[in-house]
């Protein structure tokens, strides 16, 4: 048993690619089995699919209808658009099921780069194989691909993102055109990337400039961050209510999101229970936003069965340990630093983006930052094994 956690045990590798077909093979087993699910959006999608379906996948003239409903906005929401298009003139009728095949192969992707990401830092492949276990029983990972929707396409170039980043402080060596690609693809996913984004500029100028940074840096500044951030959105808020005029501002697609559902006290959208009073001052508007950013993270809902609540639970609650591992063990392994506070920036911007646009009523905003959460888990258990092997 002491020789499976060792760092150079010799069939560790190989436990691992057990552990990803087995996980990704359950998870495709389970989503085979339940079959695909459309949406509304998934609707729309579809329909916007044959529009460019129409125009032989010429984007400039799919781009140029004059009619809003017949194409997405700008290119945004291009890449599930083009993918959905493409399942539909090699497949046909059977488009759907093969959306459903392809969601299913990007999950067993996203495992493979989640676990690459991770041998770069030199983590045990036995951690690697057994923080599988918590995607397995993710209630994301057992919700979202199912849907024909951009969910897990967007998900898995996020995997990537965080893979690029990884493997560029390994490297201490930005590959620009890399970067450059993820974010065009993240752009054409959908609109929700720019916090990824954003994380993808501060990336870059800590890593250029070589900031200095420390675990207990790194959670000061998370801390500032959750203090203050309700505070600017706040600002925000009474920006739009007193310089937007009401009668153009109704016009306003974003109007419910930003902040006519602020007004009326929504914290989670669909969820009458998580509503607070509506604000009446500018501390009751902070405190919806407050509220917003930590329920980002909740793992309850009333309507959630016991199971679904338990798997969210013990997730959430290894992420918070390994973040707490990460913030008093000195860094015994390299780029730790750097890597956590990758992570903590990217988590962090795509909760602030949502609580100030809208967070959905089944939490679906959060399934692309769950691998990169995970990532943690065993990172911080690594750093523990290699602690207790300095004390041998």
């Given at each position: 048993m002491k020789n499976i956690f060792s760092s150079d045990w010799k069939y560790g590798n190989k436990?691992?690619?057990i552990s990803i077909l087995i996980c990704s093979s359950l998870i495709a087993y389970y989503h085979l089995r339940l079959g695909y699910s459309m949406s509304g959006d998934s609707h729309r999608f579809s329909r916007w699919a044959d529009e460019l379906i129409k125009f032989n996948f010429n984007f400039f003239e799919f781009f140029s209808i004059e009619k809003d409903d017949h194409r997405p906005?700008?290119?945004?929401?291009?890449?599930p658009v083009f993918l959905i298009a493409l399942c539909k003139v090699i497949f046909g009728y059977e488009w759907q099921f093969a959306f459903l095949l392809l969601n299913i192969l990007l999950v067993f992707f996203s495992l493979i780069i989640f676990a690459k990401g991770l041998l770069l830092v030199k983590v045990?492949?036995?951690l690697i194989s057994l923080?599988?276990?918590?995607?397995l029983i993710s209630a994301d990972f057992?919700?979202?691909?199912?849907?024909?929707?951009?969910?897990?396409?967007y998900a898995f170039l996020v995997v990537v993102t965080t893979y690029f980043i990884i493997r560029a402080i390994v490297k201490n060596k930005i590959n620009y055109i890399q970067l450059f690609l993820i974010i065009f693809l993240l752009l054409a996913s959908r609109p929700s990337s720019i916090p990824v984004i954003f994380a993808i500029g501060i990336f870059i100028i800590v890593l250029k400039y070589q900031i200095s940074l420390t675990s207990k840096k790194i959670i000061v500044f998370l801390f500032v961050l959750f203090l203050f951030t309700p505070v600017f959105f706040g600002l925000l808020y009474l920006f739009m209510e007193y310089n937007v005029n009401s009668k153009s501002f109704d016009e306003v697609a974003y109007q419910d999101f930003v902040y006519k559902y602020v007004k009326n006290g929504m914290i989670i959208h669909g969820r009458p229970e998580t509503w607070v009073n509506p604000p009446n001052n500018f501390i009751d508007v902070v405190y919806v936003y407050f509220l917003r950013l930590i329920n980002f993270f909740n793992p309850y809902?009333?309507?959630f069965s016991l199971i679904h609540i338990i798997m969210n639970v013990i997730q959430t609650v290894l992420v918070l340990l390994a973040i707490f591992i990460l913030s008093i063990l000195k860094g015994n392994i390299k780029f730790q630093d750097r890597i956590f506070f990758f992570i903590i920036i990217l988590s962090f911007s795509v909760a602030a983006f949502h609580s100030f646009i809208l967070i959905d009523y089944d939490w679906r905003y959060r399934f692309p930052i769950i691998l990169p959460l995970i990532t943690l888990i065993p990172i911080s258990l690594e750093m523990i094994l290699r602690k207790i092997d300095l004390q041998r």
């Open positions: 436990l691992l690619l906005p700008l290119f945004l929401f291009s890449l045990r492949p036995i923080s599988l276990s918590l995607i057992l919700t979202w691909p199912k849907f024909i929707l951009s969910d897990m396409s809902a009333s309507t």
